[in-house]
């Protein structure tokens, strides 16, 4: 019996989620066979069609359904390969279906990013504020509440799915105000949905 890629890929959020250790092992529609090795919820290697690591994420990212597949708790003693992306990355990429390069690469590309940014935010340092929720207004709540991190989790699970629950464990239920959860979402989500992120925070506060 099989089951859809994506509803695969949730199954592993949830085992990285509880922080299981062992191995999910399965077997694609194109009849290869892969596995993912998890320790205490942080996924430490990939193997798939003979491939290992992020070099088996191209052909992953092209699985249509899973045929079989299951998990075994086992000890798990590898040690992830140098540059091996971090767990919320690797999820990420499964479940938008992008393949993705080791942290070195990663990282040059983050900077390039970074310093476009701020050529950005110089260009525009005396245009009128958007309809984007501000910095300024943001941080003029220093308080979360409850009600307002729900918001925020909803407007998330909307945008960007199922890793929602993954990132909002870690940046809104500990944050202390909107802007400080906001700024921990933004290191792992593209700008793109960090923008709609924003823009369906308008009203929050």
Do not use: W
Request: charge should be negative; aromatic fraction near 6%; charged fraction near 25%.
């Amino acid at each position: 019996m099989y089951i859809e890629y994506n509803h695969f890929i949730k199954e592993t959020v949830q085992f990285c989620k509880n922080k299981r250790t062992g191995c999910v092992t399965y077997t694609s529609d194109k009849g290869e066979a892969g596995q993912i090795f998890i320790k205490s919820g942080r996924i430490v290697a990939l193997e798939y069609a003979g491939l290992t690591g992020v070099n088996s994420l191209p052909k992953m990212v092209d699985i249509s359904r899973i045929n079989d597949h299951q998990f075994k708790e086992l000890p798990v003693i590898i040690t992830p390969e140098a540059g091996f992306p971090d767990t919320k990355t690797l999820l990420q990429a499964l479940l938008q279906r992008k393949a993705i390069a080791h942290d070195s690469q990663r990282e040059g590309e983050r900077a390039r990013k970074s310093s476009k940014k701020i050529n950005d935010s110089s260009a525009s340092s005396f245009s009128e504020p958007d309809s984007v929720v501000s910095s300024e207004s943001l941080t003029q709540a220093t308080l979360i509440s409850a009600q307002q991190k729900q918001a925020i989790k909803k407007s998330l699970l909307s945008i960007i799915g199922p890793m929602a629950e993954f990132l909002a464990e870690e940046h809104v239920d500990e944050a202390e105000s909107i802007e400080a959860a906001l700024q921990g979402l933004q290191q792992d989500i593209d700008e793109d949905s960090y923008f709609q992120l924003r823009q369906s925070l308008e009203n929050l506060v």
